[in-house]
């Protein structure tokens, strides 16, 4: 619901007590004006909580217009922060999907694939239960088991049959290839991972397979246990899914004690991108994904007649999270499509299925946006961008072709993945937007950078801690709590975040820091229609030296400096050396794989 400025003020001027209260249930009755958007029913639980009084307190130096503002979002901040507070994320990932089935039906359609295939709740949980029996007769309660497939509903199930046989799942990334996924199963004692014959082989994933399995780890294909099911199991899996509650709590849990029920227990386990070294395991919790859902839910409005069309990898947090999790639980219909990559189809999709919320990272949009009919996204409500800078090129085409505002956000795999989101209501072009409720923050000044510092963040979804390769399994968590971004952002005075670089994406040439993604945004305006990745490199003379990496066949540094002269961009942000490459590399989530590139300009045969 729209938040006004003038209650704000009127409660800072008069400095009048505010009492929070929170109403949740009643939009269910058949009295409610929501129908149509819920599932209406007779005698729906009704809770009212109410919160301890508060006051708008401003600073008096603040005056006119922005003291408006400000208590506005003070305002806007005490009601998300209530919504947050009083949701119940002290709960399991299938408790609160068993939930659901109660809040939404069990008849109601809530995940579909490629397949064409729709499942319900009921349908979704039955599969659960008979496919984790079977897992369970070949794992050990707590085991990390691996999980490689694509975005299907056969994934999501697996996921969840996981939880409610009280094994922790693990989401392998496949296209980091074959070094970084056995070194991923190292860190995190991975014995055992589920796969798929038809993946494998459409994915061409073979020796991926072949190397798993020659180093000891057990591959089980979803194809052999479909084989396996009889008629037993299916009649199990069908009583099991009439009383849901009853089997998880007195079925399945005596085999799994504290595994399954206690919500501070791993959920799942993602891997970072190796893009900066050695894949690290990230542990999150039940409570670090279910308050990052919630934290969302309180800041935008989702609600069960909206469809979500999810083209990210399940592997990748924003793609579990966002396109996985939150859509589920809050009775969201979700499409799943296997690849982002594949412009042209996902955007006729997207018309087909009508969807009304949209996950993807700037360099998917872009392209979207080059393939797609001005009309395929007609029914959009929402699109959420993230894992990379948003470009002003990108959010114009879409405003210019669809008539649609992209809503930047940022997050971190260790946060479950987000922390701050532009909104509907609150939303400033060319930031990342406002701190999610329940978080903390904090910056840590940079030698060299005057304005911002390093972001370090506290909160609920943050989460229990990193596997590392050196010490395999053993988890090892944020220290009191607060997790180091290790990106440089600022915030202005209305609360919105800008990112001004990772720290270890800055240049120190000549005593002057350099942002690299700085850089590369104005070679982006020189040459759009291509791909830039800017790295640094060590120099006898000024310190360090930077290195174009270019998709561009007839880029020249002549043409640079004049272009860079037009803009006034600084001379020592110019690159020394500009390099070709066919096609850029890229990781799962289609940001620059910038170990990849320095590899790659480090060859011999290109003599730096």
């Not at 040439?509 to 060590?538: C, R």
Request: aromatic fraction near 10%; charge should be positive; proline fraction near 6%.
């Amino acid at each position: 619901m729209k938040i006004y400025e003038g209650p704000g003020l009127v409660a800072d001027k008069s400095q009048a007590t505010l009492l929070p209260i929170r109403i949740d249930g009643a939009e269910y009755t058949r009295f409610s004006r929501l129908k149509g958007k819920v599932r209406i029913r007779w005698m729906p639980k009704i809770t009212i909580t109410v919160f301890p009084h508060q006051t708008i307190n401003l600073p008096s130096e603040i005056k006119g217009r922005k003291r408006r503002q400000i208590a506005g979002h003070k305002l806007y901040d005490l009601m998300t922060d209530m919504m947050f507070a009083s949701s119940d994320y002290q709960q399991t990932l299938f408790d609160s999907l068993i939930d659901a089935r109660t809040v939404h039906g069990r008849k109601h359609i809530v995940i579909e694939d490629i397949e064409r295939e729709p499942s319900t709740y009921q349908q979704f949980i039955t599969r659960c239960f008979i496919l984790g029996s079977l897992i369970a007769k070949s794992t050990q309660p707590g085991e990390h088991v691996g999980i490689l497939l694509p975005n299907m509903i056969s994934t999501a199930i697996t996921f969840f049959a996981m939880h409610a046989y009280g094994r922790i799942p693990a989401m392998l990334n496949y296209s980091t290839g074959i070094k970084n996924i056995v070194s991923a199963c190292q860190t995190a004692r991975i014995n055992c991972v589920y796969t798929s014959r038809k993946f494998i082989q459409m994915a061409k994933l073979t020796e991926m397979a072949n190397t798993l399995h020659h180093t000891g780890i057990k591959l089980i294909y979803l194809e052999d246990l479909r084989a396996s099911v009889n008629t037993l199991d299916k009649l199990k899996g069908m009583l099991m899914a009439q009383c849901p509650r009853l089997a998880y709590r007195y079925f399945t849990a005596p085999r799994t004690p504290a595994y399954q029920t206690d919500p501070e227990k791993p959920a799942v386990i993602l891997f970072t991108s190796g893009s900066e070294g050695t894949p690290k395991g990230v542990v999150l919790s039940h409570c670090n994904l279910q308050a990052n859902r919630y934290q969302l839910s309180a800041s935008i409005d989702f609600n069960a007649s909206d469809n979500a069309f999810n083209a990210l990898p399940l592997f990748h947090s924003f793609g579990l999270t966002g396109g996985m999790i939150l859509p589920l639980l809050a009775g969201i219909r979700v499409f799943f499509y296997p690849s982002p990559l594949h412009y042209r189809i996902i955007p006729e999709l997207a018309y087909d299925t009508n969807a009304t919320i949209f996950f993807a990272t700037d360099t998917f949009l872009a392209n979207y946006a080059k393939y797609a009919h001005p009309y395929d996204f007609y029914s959009i409500r929402y699109v959420f961008a993230g894992a990379e800078k948003l470009r002003e090129e990108t959010r114009t085409i879409w405003a210019q072709k669809f008539g649609i505002r992209i809503f930047e956000g940022y997050g971190v795999t260790e946060a479950s993945p987000a922390l701050t989101i532009n909104t509907p209501m609150q939303n400033k072009v060319g930031t990342i937007g406002r701190l999610l409720p329940g978080i903390q923050h904090c910056l840590i000044p940079v030698p060299g950078i005057s304005e911002g510092g390093i972001l370090c963040v506290s909160g609920p979804n943050i989460m229990k801690g990193y596997l590392l390769a050196e010490q395999p399994g053993i988890i090892m968590p944020p220290k009191d709590g607060w997790h180091e971004t290790g990106d440089v952002v600022s915030v202005d005075e209305g609360g919105f975040f800008t990112i001004k670089d990772r720290v270890k994406r800055f240049a120190k040439i000549a005593g002057e820091m350099i942002s690299l993604t700085m850089v590369e945004q104005q070679l982006n305006k020189f040459w759009p229609e291509y791909q830039h990745a800017i790295i640094n490199v060590p120099d006898s003379r000024k310190g360090e030296q930077l290195i174009l990496v270019t998709t561009h066949p007839h880029a020249t540094r002549e043409a640079l400096v004049t272009h860079a002269k037009a803009s006034q961009m600084g001379e020592l942000a110019i690159p020394k050396k500009i390099i070709f490459i066919k096609k850029m590399l890229l990781l799962g989530s289609g940001k620059i794989d910038y170990l990849a590139v320095r590899e790659f300009v480090q060859q011999p045969e290109l003599a730096l």
